[in-house]
């Protein structure tokens, strides 16, 4: 599914942690997309309390990407 250019979410308006998480599983080859509520948000210009990542990556898998 394609998205218009009214429904696309420009990437400043994205925390930044929140694309780093993003950055990182692509990098160790993972798919990792904004899922949930923050997407909602921030398609009806709206701010975020808090952004969820749905991943390809297994729970080991997050858990040695992200040692913290």
Request: hydrophobic content about 40%; overall charge neutral.
């Amino acid at each position: 599914m394609e998205l218009s250019e009214s429904q696309e979410i420009a990437i400043e308006k994205i925390d930044t942690h929140a694309l780093w998480v993003i950055k990182r599983l692509h990098a160790k080859g993972h798919k990792a997309y904004l899922a949930g509520g923050c997407v909602r948000d921030l398609l009806l210009d709206r701010s975020p309390k808090d952004y969820d990542v749905a991943t390809s990556a297994t729970p080991q898998e997050v858990k040695s990407i992200f040692r913290n």
